[in-house]
Antibody, heavy 113, light 107 residues
Framework: QVQLKESGPGLVQPSETLSLTCTVS????????VSWVRQPSGKGPEWMGRMWYDGDTAYNSALKSRLSISRDTSKNQVFLKMNSLQTDDTGTYYC???????WGQGVMVTVSS | DIQMTQSPSFLSATVGDRVTINCKASQNINKYLNWYQQKLGEAPKRLIYNTNSLQTGIPSRFSGSGSGTDYTLTISSLQPEDVATYFCLQHNSGPWTFGGGTKLELK
């Protein structure tokens, strides 16, 4: 059974760095890509970036200067790091497999002092 | 980046109605268009992928069509459990982009 689960802090201070982990099971990160998608409350989703099955990465150009995605295949984990957080980065962050086939439950992140 | 314009943004319908939701891309997306249902507090659920392929386990009252820049999600007979927000997603080229969403309510 395919599962993805996001984890990370619920509250981040402005200007600090967000670190999230997506832990997957039921499939291999060397066979499937995983993307990060975020969604401000009451708004549509925004694709942030992707870790390809071969280890390559792709980023939304609007976030590229602040965003880094990496992985640890031995732990079945994909990581997101985004720096210089502001209040408009508040929202729910999801990881998803392939072209949005399977999703994690999401993690709510609030940027506030 | 490809822009996705979704309409309507809000829809009120009666149980049993035929409902259609549209997405228009700013350029040809070669049928790389998915539809999602999102209920309050939940993650999006993929209903349709690549324009017209029904995700396993999704009721057959959901269907998708389209080509080029214009795509449609149809619910053939609306059920109470279909109350949700619906999004389209293009994954043809460049960054994925989502439509703005359609909030579907019962009249």
């Amino acid at each position: 059974q395919v599962q993805l689960k996001e984890s990370g802090p619920g509250l981040v201070q402005p200007s600090e760095t967000l670190s999230l982990t997506c832990t997957v099971s039921g499939f291999s990160l060397t066979s499937y890509s995983v993307s990060w998608v975020r969604q401000p409350s009451g708004k549509g989703p925004e694709w942030m970036g992707r870790m390809w099955y071969d280890g390559d990465t792709a980023y939304n150009s609007a976030l590229k200067s602040r965003l880094s995605i990496s992985r640890d295949t031995s732990k079945n984990q994909v990581f997101l790091k985004m720096n210089s957080l502001q209040t408009d980065d508040t929202g729910t962050y999801y990881c998803t497999r392939e072209t949005g086939r399977d999703w994690g439950q999401g993690v709510m992140v609030t940027v506030s002092s | 980046d490809i822009q996705m314009t979704q309409s309507p943004s809000f829809l009120s319908a009666t149980v049993g109605d035929r409902v259609t939701i549209n997405c228009k891309a700013s350029q040809n997306i070669n049928k790389y268009l998915n539809w999602y249902q999102q209920k309050l507090g939940e993650a999006p659920k993929r209903l349709i992928y690549n324009t017209n392929s029904l995700q396993t386990g999704i009721p057959s009252r959901f269907s998708g069509s389209g080509s080029g820049t214009d795509y449609t999600l149809t619910i053939s007979s609306l059920q109470p459990e279909d109350v949700a927000t619906y999004f389209c997603l293009q994954h043809n080229s460049g960054p994925w982009t989502f439509g703005g969403g359609t909030k579907l309510e019962l009249k």
